[in-house]
């Protein structure tokens, strides 16, 4: 009704969704019984829903709302950025002046030559752009052939067609969705906890590196351009890899004239105490970054896709070329405006730091939960985390997925105030980088529970 439409009460908004809205990753069953939880209002890492009642939220939205939610000079620089100037499109030599500013800060944070930006809507849109200069780079280095990807199962890349082909993580894939499979590898995921038993690290990461070695033996190295990883697997289960692993992917990499891609679309902006993991926190210097989400901290959305000074040189040497990527709103005024706020806000309140020592807590403190029956490990750095819920901790059965078992404890978490995600067995939390020690406890606290 029109009285509904114009002052909902939260019953009607809850209805409204559930009638007329499609979630990314529904599950049919469990939308249609339960509805979605309607959020009204967010201060720091707190939410509030329609009917007024508040959630520690350590999902940090969608592991990116970096700063916390609710800061007024964040709202004043978009509101700021839309009066000014709302949007001017950055198509054939056209820029803004956020967008030229927020891209040569990115290039100051980002490590060694990274100093170009092609600005996207998202991460997604960054992979997918990412993916295909792979290609236009190895082209015009005189190998045209040499388009393949090489990615790893669990990964998750984003869900344009093209992204969502890079990306495999289990459970992902319905048979209607036809993805690109020709050019595509997978190799292993580098999860110490599920490698064989009896097995050491370092044998088990010897394994994954000869894995790409026998890849490209088998492919060809002329029909292999990139590499993409994320340095740590997100909602593959937050996946930190074995020691020296991402290092010795990049040896290989270098050795074979195949460029590295580092999927930073969670990992930058702070999560892991870093504005870009691969160098700082993995020793490890991409071709391409690509990153989104902290970013802006979710305020409005942006992504990035960030390339070396030596990617530019060998595309800038046939100057007839076009390099035919873009979206409408790459380098978005108003996005860009944000990311340039985010960026000082950071800097300014140390949050970096912050992030890198209540995750160093974070981490300690939920390892405990690895004495409950329920619990096979508790992993992560920084502030990415994920308890691996098990049937059998001996034999690491998972629990049950489908709509599973890691739904009950979230929803049971959400009772008790708090937003936790479930994935398959797992359930994963990413808080803003503001957190506290006693914010901390809480999440714990619940989560015992
Ligand atoms: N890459 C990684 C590692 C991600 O975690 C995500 C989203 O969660 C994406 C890419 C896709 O980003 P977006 O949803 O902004 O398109």
Redo the contacts with the bound molecule.
């Keep these: 009704t029109a009285a509904a439409l114009n002052s909902p009460s939260p019953a009607d908004l809850w209805e409204m969704d559930r009638s007329h809205s499609l979630h990314p990753w529904t599950n049919f069953g469990s939308f249609q019984d339960k509805g979605a939880l309607v959020i009204t209002k967010g201060e720091g890492c707190w939410l509030w829903d329609a009917d007024g009642k508040r959630y520690f939220d350590s999902v940090g939205g ?2 990116c709302t970096n700063i916390g939610l609710g800061r007024r000079e964040m709202a004043q620089a978009i509101a700021d950025q839309a009066e000014r100037l709302a949007f001017s499109n950055t198509f054939v030599d056209m820029a803004n002046d956020p967008s030229a500013r927020l891209a040569a800060r990115i290039a100051d944070l980002a490590p060694g030559d990274l100093n170009r930006v092609m600005f996207t809507t ?4 960054a ?1 997918d752009t990412a993916v295909r200069m792979v290609a236009y780079v190895q082209s015009c280095l005189g190998f045209p052939d040499k388009t393949g990807i090489v990615a790893r199962d669990h990964s ?4 344009t067609y093209l ?1 969502q082909s890079v990306g495999k993580r289990p459970g992902d894939r319905v048979p209607e969705f036809r993805y690109k499979e020709d050019g595509i590898y997978h190799l292993s995921p580098p999860n110490p906890y599920r490698r064989p038993q009896g097995m050491t690290e370092e044998a088990f990461c010897d394994g994954l590196v000869q894995e790409f070695e026998d890849l490209i033996a088998r492919v060809g190295a002329d029909r292999i351009g990139g590499f993409i990883a ?1 340095p740590i697997q ?2 593959g289960g937050v996946i930190v890899p074995p020691e020296g692993y991402l290092k010795r992917m990049w040896e290989v990499c270098q050795r074979h004239g195949i460029l590295f891609i580092a ?1 930073e ?2 990992t930058a902006f702070g999560r892991l105490g870093h504005w870009f993991a691969s160098w700082d926190a993995f020793g490890v210097m991409p071709d391409i970054i ?1 990153t ?2 902290g970013l802006t901290s979710g305020y409005v959305p942006l ?1 990035a896709m960030i390339f070396s000074d030596r990617l530019w040189d060998i595309m800038a040497r046939d100057p007839s070329r076009w390099f035919t990527a873009g979206f409408t709103y790459s380098g978005h005024p108003v996005s860009c405006a944000a990311g340039l706020k985010n960026i000082e806000i950071m800097e300014r309140e140390g949050l970096l730091a912050n992030a890198a020592r209540v995750g160093a807590y974070f981490q300690n403190r939920l390892k405990a939960m690895e004495d409950l029956p329920l619990v096979g490990q508790v992993r992560g750095q920084g502030l990415m985390i994920c308890t691996e819920n098990v049937a059998n901790k001996a034999t690491k059965e998972p629990l049950p997925d489908g709509v599973n078992e890691s739904k009950r404890i979230s929803d049971a978490a959400e009772a008790m105030g708090l937003i936790v995600r479930p994935l398959a067995h797992l359930n994963v939390m990413s808080p803003p980088l503001t957190i506290t020690e006693a914010e901390v406890d809480f999440v714990a606290e619940v989560l015992e529970k």
């Design positions: 969608l592991w998202g991460g997604s849109t992979v998750y890349h984003g869900s992204s994320e997100a909602s999927d679309v969670v690509c989104a989400k992504g």
